[in-house]
């Protein structure tokens, strides 16, 4: 007798089908599992992103295009070009992260940076991911992550940022970012050998000012006092307000004395400069005392000190004027 004649149709017909079924119900909770995901992503506000790494093509949620004002019409699905929709100053740091984590040199990919959005405003986002499938290898196939929006975060950091290192009146560094400058500055001088400059500022006939007219006009006096005299440097020098009408600028790399001088002069004549507030134009010059490392100090604290001292100096022997310091001074 023949054996498989003997198994009834419809059982060889489960046979078949029951694997199939299996397989498709399988295939059917991974789908209903993946949108759950994404829709469990999304609902806290994060835009999602799937990424299949072998071809190079990335999916977007719609909450994602939404965060940077795209449409599915503006959306190519190559991840290179929604990698030149990262900011220039943040795309090397991001790709290092990424391929430090598909390599497996790290845990974990969470990476902050800026996207340039649809109508070219700034956003900054905090990106995470992580790989969902590798190949029999462990090569990495496809990577799911997401973006959310640290914007507002970013903005007020920024903004505790500058109350603790920036003068609120000026917008100038304030003595505690001076002082961080200069003991990079110094450190880099001592070890190139280079010579640096510290110039201490004090505004003549502002207490004058301040009496006459008032604190208001104190204050917007010393606002263009500071535009003037950023004006006067370069961009990686600095430029600080001590507090009242005290400055001090920290000239990182300079050839030679002279140098200083030279900025010092074009400060003094720049200063005393006629000042229009309203319909009053006000005279105010001001005195520089000048420390230069390493002639006149080795360490940051000797630099400003005798700076301040060459000043008081500038201030006695007539205003309007800048002094070296000198060992004179310290009789």
């Not at 090397?92 to 109508?119: F, N, P, Q, W």
């Not at 450190?187 to 003549?204: C, G, H, P, T």
């Not at 006067?232 to 002279?258: H, K």
């Not at 000797?302 to 007539?318: E, R, T």
């Amino acid at each position: 007798m023949n054996y498989s004649q003997s198994i009834p149709l419809y059982v060889a017909l489960l046979i078949i089908l029951i694997p199939l079924v299996a397989v498709g119900f399988y295939y059917i909770q991974l789908k209903k599992s993946e949108e759950l995901w994404k829709f469990a992503l999304e609902g806290a506000g994060d835009g999602v992103w799937d990424w299949d790494i072998h071809n190079d093509v990335a999916n977007f949620s719609s909450q994602y295009k939404d965060m940077f004002g795209f449409n599915d019409i503006d959306i190519n699905t190559s991840i290179k070009e929604w990698n030149n929709r990262i900011h220039p100053e943040d795309a090397l740091s991001m790709t290092k992260a990424i391929d430090s984590y598909l390599s497996g040199k790290s845990d974990k990919y969470v990476h902050e940076h800026r996207v340039i959005c649809k109508d070219k405003s700034i956003k900054w986002v905090l990106s995470r991911g992580m790989i969902v499938k590798r190949d029999k290898h462990g090569k990495p196939l496809r990577m799911v992550g997401t973006h959310t929006d640290i914007t507002a975060r970013k903005l007020l950091e920024t903004r505790l940022e500058n109350l603790a290192h920036f003068d609120a009146l000026s917008n100038v560094p304030n003595r505690t970012l001076f002082n961080d400058r200069l003991k990079l500055a110094l450190s880099y001088a001592k070890r190139e050998r280079k010579m640096l400059a510290v110039m201490f500022i004090d505004l003549d006939l502002f207490k004058e000012i301040n009496d006459l007219y008032g604190h208001e006009t104190g204050d917007i006096v010393l606002k263009k006092v500071s535009r003037q005299l950023v004006s006067c440097v370069r961009e990686s020098d600095t430029v600080a307000r001590m507090g009242g009408d005290e400055f001090v600028i920290l000239l990182p790399i300079i050839d030679s004395e002279e140098d200083a001088i030279s900025v010092a002069h074009k400060i003094i004549e720049s200063v005393a400069q006629p000042i229009k507030v309203e319909k009053t134009h006000l005279h105010v010059t001001c005195s520089i005392g000048i420390a230069v490392y390493p002639h006149h100090g080795k360490d940051e604290k000797l630099l400003v000190i005798n700076a301040d001292m060459a000043m008081y100096q500038a201030k006695k022997s007539g205003k309007n004027q800048a002094k070296f310091f000198e060992e004179a001074m310290l009789q």
